[in-house]
């Protein structure tokens, strides 16, 4: 009788089994081999489809005109111009750049794609106004002493022996040349000894507060306090807040949402990261996202979950984001300093002295306005047949290697009437070249030796 187990096959069986082993081994190998080369050689595919502007997909952002107009229907006027933007981490050696029309749209032919590099919200606009000394700040010239007031006025105090009587300490004023003292625009004197101009903070049982607008004689002035103190230091030094006994609360409403952290402040909670940005809290996807939107690691603040729990949640940061509201930017050729405003437009910094005082609790992104001037282009040729048909070109990024920036604007200039695009893709990749190897172990050594909270 025999045994099942010892059933012996064909010789032209066992060519076929040798055969499909030999093919799966090479098929596994060349997947692995394939895998390793896009590890250490990668490639980022960034895209947005016009049919669908609202996609989470897309990962172009805000396709406009020159002119600030939107252009997320694809629809281009006569010789009209599209921009755009995109951000990646890591240097890239090549841009291949395609662009699909709707059937109807007419050729592309001579289309001109052009790219230069920086961080995405070093592409914003400049403010035609310069940035002020925020709400509350102390300042004093020449023995004269002044609050800023909520819209960048200075309250003068009209003495020194207001300051002190009131109880400011006269040493927690920030001392201004007389030029920028007067440079800033007076709203009204302060001689009253009895009460206090808003913006006024002060310190109650180890809580901080601050004083809102007081113009509204109708109601009782509203004292807001602070979450935490690590809150109240993101905005003002200790010695500017004024001791007060509890019973100064009487006097004043206190029932109002508790003031949190000042925006660009980095949070560290548990294993995460946030960044707030504008009031709303951000969660930071990975380290590699964190380096590559310019954060410091000493600058991020142990938090509570009281601290956190104020707060909205809003979307995930990654390095495709912008950079928060209240980020400092430095122009390392001309060392000309900006912060992004609430308006989401870039105020430059006109003095040492309030570029010292806004970067207290965040580290300045150095970049490079010659960087930013620095272009590559290249022009679009047909590709591909019938309902296929495509338009791309490659442009060189050799010569934005180790520059300054997490992030690409792409402009589109076309002499066609009536262009509607479709879809936009643009596959960002890295040439086989060992500097660039040595760069990708660099910052894959990295990543697994950074810790996410200090």
């Not at 006994?245 to 990261?273: E, H, I, M, N």
């Amino acid at each position: 009788m025999n045994n099942p187990s010892s059933i012996t096959l064909s010789k032209p069986w066992r060519r076929r089994i040798f055969v499909a082993r030999t093919v799966i081994f090479f098929a596994g190998l060349a997947i692995a081999v394939w895998g390793i080369i896009r590890l250490l050689f990668p490639i980022s595919a960034i895209v947005f489809n016009f049919n669908k502007p609202t996609s989470p997909t897309n990962t172009f952002t805000t396709p406009r005109t020159d002119t600030g107009i939107s252009l997320a229907n694809g629809q281009l006027g006569n010789t009209q111009t599209l921009i755009t933007t995109m951000s990646h981490s890591g240097d890239f050696s090549n841009a291949h750049i395609s662009f699909t029309p709707s059937k109807k749209s007419t050729p592309l032919t001579g289309t001109t794609a052009t790219l230069r590099r920086s961080y995405i919200s070093f592409f914003l606009p400049i403010a035609s106004e310069p940035a002020r000394f925020p709400f509350g700040t102390l300042l004093v010239s020449d023995n004269r002493y002044a609050l800023i007031d909520t819209v960048g006025q200075r309250i003068d105090f009209d003495s020194i022996k207001t300051v002190k009587t009131l109880g400011y300490d006269p040493t927690a004023f920030i001392s201004l040349p007389g030029e920028e003292f007067t440079s800033i625009p007076q709203s009204t004197v302060w001689k009253n000894i009895s009460g206090y101009p808003a913006g006024t903070v002060f310190t109650i049982d180890d809580a901080y507060y601050q004083l809102q607008d007081t113009s509204n004689t109708d109601t009782m002035p509203k004292l807001v306090r602070f979450v935490s103190e690590n809150a109240f230091l993101s905005f003002y030094e200790k010695n500017q807040a004024i001791r007060k006994t509890a019973d100064f609360l009487k006097d004043f409403s206190t029932d109002s949402p508790w003031l949190g952290f000042a925006s660009d402040t980095l949070l560290g909670f548990a294993d995460g990261v946030f960044v707030i940005d504008n009031g709303t809290l951000h969660p930071i996807s990975d380290p590699a996202s964190f380096t590559s939107l310019g954060f410091d690691w000493n600058k991020v603040v142990p938090a509570s979950e009281e601290d956190l729990g104020i707060y909205a949640q809003g979307k995930l940061v990654q390095a495709s984001s912008p950079q928060p509201v209240g980020a400092i930017f430095v122009d390392r050729d001309t060392d000309d300093a900006f912060v992004i405003s609430a308006e989401q437009q870039l105020q430059r910094i006109p003095t040492k002295t309030l570029r010292t005082l806004l970067a207290r609790h965040t580290t300045p992104i150095i970049t490079s306005s010659q960087a930013a001037g620095r272009f590559t282009s290249c022009t679009v040729q047909p590709h591909g047949f019938f309902f296929n048909r495509t338009y791309s070109c490659d442009a060189d990024l050799e010569r934005f290697a180790s520059l300054p920036g997490n992030a690409y604007e792409l402009t589109v200039r076309t002499s066609s009437t009536g262009t509607t695009l479709n879809m936009l893709e643009a596959d960002f990749s890295t040439a086989l070249q060992y500097s660039n190897l040595r760069d990708t172990l660099s910052i894959i050594k990295q990543q697994i030796l950074k810790r996410y909270v200090q």
